[in-house]
């Protein structure tokens, strides 16, 4: 018998992290050097003001729906829900739902809802994602079962949506995996549809009647969980949650639908998962799987964001000796929680769980003996769709902060708040206090407006081009870059790592980035940013996102902005859902 080590720890735990004294610039650059994984330890970074918090929580949010394709948001079509098939017990109500979450995109899943009248004000709802188990949301076994969830949930006076992965049950236009280079242009992929099924799983429940709209909170284990954890970071209908077996430091999520790229850029699970504060949240965790550590590591970490709102008794911890699931002493850790602070009733002992009735498959099925509607799309075209609404909401802005904005996150870009220098002679090597990185190059002296010239083989090949010459007897100044991997920074770099897009920035990114590290260091306007080659490309972006106005002179020849043109030479995750080109050439022209 499994032995319960600590139920609802909420005892004064902190993360000891020094502070951090600014190294002068590596040797290595650390994007070489330090590649980060699904599988890499991370430590949790300490906020001392909520302020600190609360910009770094903006942010998060937008880089989580930016990677997720929804920055900005979809127009939520009509989810024309189906709600049929209702099996009635003498304490709940189970009933069959497809859920129309984009135009002929459908969602299965199953309603639980009490039998009794609703009180004054409505039920609490909550929306249940299923997780990685091999019957999804119909998943019925010791380690996780996710009826008996649901129907306790129903009977304590929850109304529950438990809906499908993709891929799961009764979610069949798309496979679970999947997501191809042209594909990641636009961002579409598992955890896009996933996310976006999530908010409008909390539309369709808060629309029930019978329902408490202001009361909707979220549970789910492993791939559930981090659905949980995610919808409760971008959408604040979310007012209490449950993410079990998750929230770890050494494991982020094993499968694509838990990883899109430019998801973790700089921050993991647990930064992501203290999204949730102050809102009530129960971390549940256990010996056997990758949230081993919570009570030393996660758990604390996440707490101390609760105290800086001064709500740390909002989130508690259940870890139990157990194998990865959501057992029955998971489930029962998070009824009681749920009692105290959504129903109001402090004693956990009212909420162990009852036994259940376990129905047919073929009754919990939304597409048994069933075809999905008429208007339902392929997977071909459900893609084609995405592409089409991206390209319109782009079109429809016309902020350029805005659009800048979608761009910056788009590349994983920043202008730097400050870059450093080191100089010998002619050479020269700039970098960023804290990020590790390190651009060297050289510099040409003269007068007059600075050049800043790059070559897609760096800064070598730069010195031996004609257009160098050229520049060279127009007497200005002139720097020239081994931008990231192009000449004496070639140097090798794992990019099987696992999960690798969704840590790391790719090549092409980071060169931008690195021009941007530069012209930062400038900061002047009107520098000419020269880019011959490949690196044409490279600078239009950075031009793009400059906040110095520059003189750029880069011929793009050919290159017109198809996705392929994207995959073969400039490959950027996100980039297309950014607007691509053409907002790249809008933010660098015309500019004051």
């Known amino acids: 018998m499994r032995t319960l080590l600590t139920l609802l720890v909420c005892g004064a735990l902190h993360a000891q992290i020094p502070a951090q004294i600014p190294a002068p610039i590596p040797e290595n650059d650390a994007r070489n050097t330090e590649i980060p994984n699904t599988d890499t330890h991370f430590t949790a970074r300490t906020y001392k003001t909520l302020a600190e918090w609360q910009a770094r929580r903006a942010y998060l949010r937008k880089q989580i729906l930016s990677a997720a394709g929804l920055l900005p948001m979809p127009p939520k079509n009509p989810p024309h829900p189906q709600i049929f098939g209702r099996i009635e017990n003498k304490t709940y109500v189970i009933e069959k739902v497809l859920l129309e979450t984009l135009p002929g995109y459908y969602l299965g899943g199953n309603l639980y809802r009490p039998m009794k009248p609703a009180p004054a004000g409505g039920f609490p709802g909550i929306v249940s994602p299923h997780g990685h188990w091999t019957y999804g949301r119909l998943e019925h076994a010791v380690n996780a079962s996710i009826p008996a969830r649901c129907i306790n949930l129903a009977q304590q006076g929850y109304v529950v949506f438990c809906y499908d992965m993709v891929g799961y049950n009764d979610t069949v236009q798309t496979p679970h995996d999947f997501g191809s280079p042209a594909e990641q242009l636009w961002d579409f992929g598992p955890l896009s549809l996933q996310l976006w099924n999530s908010i409008r799983a909390v539309d369709f429940v808060q629309s029930l009647p019978g329902v408490n709209a202001a009361r909707i909170g979220a549970t789910g284990a492993s791939g559930g969980a981090t659905q949980t954890f995610l919808l409760a970071a971008v959408d604040d209908r979310i007012q209490f949650s449950a993410p079990v077996n998750m929230i770890s430091a050494i494991m982020q999520g094993g499968g694509l639908c838990e990883n899109a790229p430019n998801l973790r850029l700089d921050t993991f699970n647990v930064e992501i998962a203290a999204m949730m504060a102050p809102r009530p949240m129960i971390m549940v965790s256990a010996t056997g799987d990758w949230t081993k550590n919570n009570l030393t590591e996660e758990f604390p970490a996440v707490r101390a964001i609760y105290e800086l709102f001064d709500r740390?008794?909002?989130?508690?911890?259940?870890?139990?000796?157990?194998?990865?699931?959501?057992?029955?002493?998971?489930?029962?850790?998070?009824?009681?929680?749920?009692?105290?602070?959504?129903?109001?009733?402090?004693?956990?002992?009212?909420?162990?769980?009852?036994?259940?009735?376990?129905?047919?498959?073929?009754?919990?099925?939304?597409?048994?003996?069933?075809?999905?509607?008429?208007?339902?799309?392929?997977?071909?075209?459900?893609?084609?769709?995405?592409?089409?609404?991206?390209?319109?909401?782009?079109?429809?802005?016309?902020?350029?902060?805005?659009?800048?904005?979608?761009?910056?996150?788009?590349?994983?870009?920043?202008?730097?708040?400050?870059?450093?220098?080191?100089?010998?002679?002619?050479?020269?090597?700039?970098?960023?206090?804290?990020?590790?990185?390190?651009?060297?190059?050289?510099?040409?002296?003269?007068?007059?407006?600075?050049?800043?010239?790059?070559?897609?083989?760096?800064?070598?090949?730069?010195?031996?081009?004609?257009?160098?010459?050229?520049?060279?007897?127009?007497?200005?100044?002139?720097?020239?870059?081994?931008?990231?991997?192009?000449g004496a920074a070639v140097a090798p770099r794992d990019r099987e790592a696992k999960m690798f897009l969704t840590f790391n920035r790719s090549d092409d990114a980071n060169r931008v980035q690195d021009i941007l590290t530069v012209l930062r260091w400038l900061d002047v306007p009107d520098v000419e940013l020269v880019g011959v080659g490949k690196a044409a490309v490279w600078c239009q972006f950075a031009a793009a996102l400059s906040r110095q106005r520059v003189v750029l002179k880069a011929d793009l020849a050919n290159f017109t902005g198809t996705d392929q043109e994207y995959v073969d030479r400039f490959f950027v995750p996100g980039i297309q859902r950014a607007g691509g080109l053409r907002v790249a050439r809008l933010l660098s022209e015309n500019r004051e």
């Open 312 to 486: 740390a008794a909002n989130v508690q911890a259940m870890h139990q000796d157990a194998p990865h699931n959501y057992n029955q002493v998971a489930r029962e850790a998070v009824y009681g929680f749920f009692g105290k602070h959504v129903l109001g009733e402090p004693d956990a002992a009212k909420f162990k769980e009852r036994g259940i009735r376990l129905e047919k498959l073929q009754d919990m099925l939304a597409l048994h003996n069933r075809t999905l509607p008429g208007n339902a799309l392929d997977y071909a075209g459900i893609f084609a769709q995405w592409v089409r609404t991206a390209q319109t909401l782009v079109r429809e802005i016309t902020d350029r902060n805005q659009l800048r904005e979608m761009m910056e996150f788009a590349l994983g870009a920043e202008w730097p708040e400050r870059v450093v220098s080191e100089a010998k002679g002619e050479k020269i090597v700039f970098g960023r206090p804290g990020r590790g990185d390190r651009v060297a190059g050289f510099w040409f002296p003269g007068e007059g407006r600075k050049v800043l010239f790059i070559h897609p083989d760096g800064a070598e090949a730069a010195r031996h081009s004609p257009e160098f010459a050229a520049l060279v007897r127009t007497g200005r100044p002139i720097y020239a870059i081994d931008a990231f991997q192009t």
